[in-house]
């Protein structure tokens, strides 16, 4: 690595730090509906909206309530992407004349990105319209991130409240964070990005002549405005076929490392804003502490691995090289984001098993936006359990006893993903629908499958490109998996939120454990690392593992 490349990663990291307290403190604000410096331009338009849709803003739901909400107002925004997909030839905003979406891939897609995974099995400049990218795909990309900080801002409540009732209302939940924070830093952002040359227009295709005399079709498109909520929503889904490695979606430097910061940006900020809403700040740090040290140890693995294998640059583009692809790699398979600038299937062995290992851990290093601190949330519940167990103490956390139904409910959550990936990726290995589709044999072949069910279960989109996913088999099983991995994750934490939020608050005592110091944070990814690895290390060892050992051996497939 190069000094230029070390500098950038620290620089990196150190704005990470320095805006999650500035971005963090204004989302405490936002949504404990204080006044901000939006609120005289944006109140008016928050208002019409409660009016419009018949809510009040002072009404609260309790967290069944608040699921039903949740659960309803994304199913029907996947009837009404399906739908848009399948009759998209005859609507306008298709200057290219795409035909109408097949049906299987409509409900991938859908399932896709309105679970905020954003898995494509399709190439978007020859599948989508301009009007399915902006009304579809675009919507989805604001409401589904919103959705997921709506949960964990639920959630927070239900730890922070005592002996109440109720969590909040979703609908003032996803309106803020539309209105207060999506938008304004989206449009701030997107500027941002036509000014370094990524495209936003509604311009038909241009054909133009390559300097050898070729005839090539340039896509266009309005692509900076679903760039923008794409990186900040964690959502991941590319306007064209390559991701972030297409010169119209990432065509600079500074836009490269600007959309690598955005990845984070909301994910870390927020452990500032659960610290704030529970009254202990450094009950925010000590998770944002617990994120930032496994994703470095993930990053420096993947660093180790890929420049110990010669600094090979297959699969990357020149114009970011190795450290930023990796850099980068690390980055969106923590956050559950899944845009790439590299292909990932490309990576060093462990490299792409470290990435792979960051979506199987459950999505929290840092986590898609809300679903990562609540994933993250669940798990420190686990860690206090565990801790309870060693000290013969009924566990606590934040002064609240967590009891049988938390606890049924924490390993609810945990264990619906991985089952999916599991057994999802078992099925694919041994029928003839799930193997035909692989570009690889051996181990990487497993490791292509096993990509594709953590992606779509974690909600990542992210792939290991060799493997073909548009067949029926794969978009039906990842569609599912999809859900799976979104709603059964999310009814649980909810359930937690409105336990807990009935409970009072003990004072500590000397038999407490600490949820605010450094025991709590090794102990805390301890426990993520080994639900982990005893879940998922006899099929990485299958994959990634072998892989890498017959690699240094000489040996490939």
Not at 308 to 335: C, D, P, V, Y
Request: net charge neutral; with cysteine.
């Amino acid at each position: 690595m190069t000094t230029l490349e070390l500098v950038q990663i620290a620089l990196y990291l150190g704005l990470l730090i320095v805006c999650t307290p500035l971005l963090g403190g204004y989302m405490a604000r936002v949504f404990g509906g204080e006044r901000t410096w939006l609120t005289p331009m944006l109140r008016p338009a928050e208002n019409a909206i409660y009016r419009l849709v018949g809510v009040r803003a002072d009404e609260e739901q309790s967290w069944k309530q608040y699921a039903w909400s949740l659960v309803l107002f994304n199913v029907a925004g996947f009837v009404l992407l399906f739908v848009l997909q399948v009759a998209q030839h005859g609507l306008p905003l298709n200057p290219a004349g795409l035909p109408n979406v097949e049906p299987l891939l409509a409900f991938n897609t859908a399932t896709s990105f309105v679970t905020n995974t954003n898995w494509q099995a399709y190439g978007g400049e020859t599948t989508m319209s301009y009007l399915t990218q902006m009304i579809g795909l675009n919507v989805q990309n604001f409401v589904s991130a919103a959705s997921g900080v709506a949960v964990v801002i639920a959630m927070t409540r239900g730890l922070a409240r005592r002996q109440a009732s109720a969590i909040g209302s979703f609908w003032v939940d996803l309106v803020r964070c539309v209105l207060y924070v999506f938008l304004p830093l989206c449009l701030i952002f997107a500027l941002v990005l036509v000014s370094q040359g990524v495209i936003q227009n509604f311009n038909a295709y241009t054909q133009a002549t390559t300097l050898t005399g070729e005839s090539q079709l340039l896509p266009q498109g309005p692509a900076a405005s679903q760039i923008a909520i794409k990186q900040l929503g964690t959502n991941g889904g590319g306007f064209f076929n390559v991701n972030s490695a297409h010169p119209f979606e990432n065509p600079t430097p500074l836009t490269n490392f600007l959309e690598m910061l955005t990845i984070l940006l909301i994910p870390a900020a927020l452990t500032y804003t659960y610290g704030m809403m529970v009254g202990s700040k450094r009950q925010g740090w000590v998770i944002f502490t617990a994120m930032l040290a496994l994703f470095l140890i993930g990053l420096v693995v993947m660093l180790a691995s890929e420049y110990g294998a010669m600094g090979a640059m297959e699969g990357k583009e020149t114009r970011f090289g190795i450290a930023n692809s990796i850099l980068w790699g690390a980055a969106t398979t923590s956050a559950s984001n899944g845009s790439v600038n590299a292909m990932h299937s490309s990576f060093s062995p462990l490299a792409g098993g470290i990435a792979l290992l960051n979506i199987m851990l459950g999505e929290v290093i840092f986590g898609g936006v809300g679903a990562g601190l609540y994933g993250m949330l669940i798990f420190a519940i686990l860690t206090v359990f565990i801790a309870g167990l060693m000290v013969g103490r009924t566990p606590e956390y934040l002064g609240k006893k967590v009891e049988s139904w938390e606890i049924k409910m924490a390993i609810l959550a945990v264990l619906l993903p991985s089952a999916c990936i599991l057994l999802f990726a078992a099925l694919a290995s041994v029928t003839d629908a799930g193997l035909s589709s692989r570009a690889n044999a051996g181990p990487h072949g497993l490791s292509e499958i096993l990509y594709a069910f953590a992606s779509g279960a974690g909600n990542n989109g992210s792939a290991f490109a060799g493997l073909n996913a548009n067949t029926p088999f794969y978009n039906g099983l990842l569609g599912i998996a999809m859900w799976i991995g979104r709603f059964g994750v999310i009814v649980p934490a909810l359930a937690i939120a409105g336990s807990m939020a009935r409970k009072k608050v003990a004072p500590p005592s000397s038999g407490t454990f600490p949820t605010d110091g450094g025991m709590f944070v090794a102990l805390l990814m301890a426990v993520i690392v080994i639900v982990g690895a005893l879940t998922f290390f006899p099929a990485l060892s299958l994959g990634p593992i072998v892989e890498q050992l017959l690699l240094n051996s000489g040996r490939v497939f």
